[in-house]
């Protein structure tokens, strides 16, 4: 079993900064893709930020410049978010996709982290 856990949401003023960070564990042999997804009260689950194993980033439009995605070689990915906005709150989740120790395919989904930013 593949677990995902989030941490580093809070509750930060309009302009301030957080960090998101998210590990893996379990029988995980090879993580392809890290993602960061958010979920805004009322809205559709979005991608935030993606990153590949070979470092490849991509970004949704509303987060560029602000955002940045980056991982390690421990198996965990962050995103730290800058400049951030109340059009920023909502849940984020870590996605990971990737290969178990058997060499099954993957997708697993963190539980969330609420981030809320006031004006």
């Known amino acids: 079993q593949v677990q995902l856990v989030e941490s580093g949401g809070g509750l930060v003023q309009a302009g301030g900064s957080l960090r998101l960070s998210c590990a893996a564990s379990?029988?995980?042999?090879?993580?392809?893709?890290w993602g960061w997804y958010r979920q805004a009260p009322g809205k559709q689950r979005e991608l935030v930020a993606g990153i590949t194993s070979g470092g490849s980033a991509n970004y949704g439009d509303s987060v560029k410049s602000r955002f940045i995605i980056s991982r390690d070689n421990a198996k965990n990915v962050y995103l730290q978010m800058n400049n951030l906005k109340p059009d920023d709150t909502g849940v984020y989740y870590c996605?990971?996709?990737?290969?178990?120790?058997?060499?099954?395919?993957?997708?697993?989904w963190g539980q969330g982290t609420q981030v809320t930013v006031s004006s």
């Open positions: 379990g029988d995980i042999f090879r993580i392809n893709f």
């Open positions: 996605r990971d996709l990737g290969l178990r120790v058997d060499l099954r395919p993957f997708g697993s």
